[in-house]
């Protein structure tokens, strides 16, 4: 990792098996290793529902982002940006400036944290995440030059305003059709298969370490080259989870 730099984290406390001190631990030596310069930046989004709204600084991380997530949105020094599905956490001087503005359609689109952390030149590591985790390929969702993509538009109940609809990209199920299924998992494997990832061991886990601005440009072009134009259709989530 580069001292100074924004790095986005992606990890499963269970595969990278037991640290002493925990996942505090784990986030002590990451931002030890990134420096007084660097910023941490992690995916929070929220579990919310109409029995627990949203509510920018106390609902805890969605569940599928993993411990660390939830004891990061914890921990002292942790910023965070109002948004029920794209609630990031970010720590470091760099913190504010990726967070703000929060946009709240295309949320991972155009001025969206995603793109400030790619125009930072962040990295991003993988410890031992599922294969198909990689925020910013969502980012390149939005930068592929495809005639159609399909949308969605989501229901959300915020603790302060009530009921919130936002419109997206199809972040459930993709943006287009790929005969092979789930394409970020594809994506993944033939980014790392061309050799710009550096792959290690850290615990008891595979991880990798790789450029924001790189993945982003290979996923956009393998996006370009591999998903069909065929026309989607928006879906709605009346009742949907973030």
Known sequence: MRAGTSLMVHASLRK??????????VLDALL?????????????SADADDALPFETLTSPAYREMGVLAEVFRRRAGTQVNDHAVARF?????GASALLHPAPLHNYYGSNSVLERF?????QVVRLGADIDT??????????????HKRRARRRYV????????????????????????DYFPRILLDFLAQG???VGTVGGCTAELFGAREFTDFATEWMEQHLTDTPPTQREFPDDQP
């Not at 290793?33 to 910023?39: C, E, I, N, V």
Request: hydrophobic share 40%; charged share 20%; proline share 4%.
């Open 158 to 181: 915020r603790a302060d305003t009530g009921e919130q609809w936002i419109d997206s990209l199809d972040d459930t199920d993709g943006i287009a059709v790929w005969s092979g299924g």
């Open 134 to 147: 990689v925020t910013l390929t969502h980012w390149a969702e939005y930068r592929a030059d495809l005639p």
């Open 16 to 25: 990278l098996g037991p640290v002493e001190g925990g996942a505090e631990a």
């Open 196 to 198: 710009q990832a550096r």
């Open 32 to 44: 030890g290793a990134l420096g007084a310069d660097g910023t941490l930046l992690m995916l929070l």
């Open 118 to 122: 790619v125009q930072a030149d962040g």
């Open 89 to 93: 956490g970010a720590s470091g001087p």
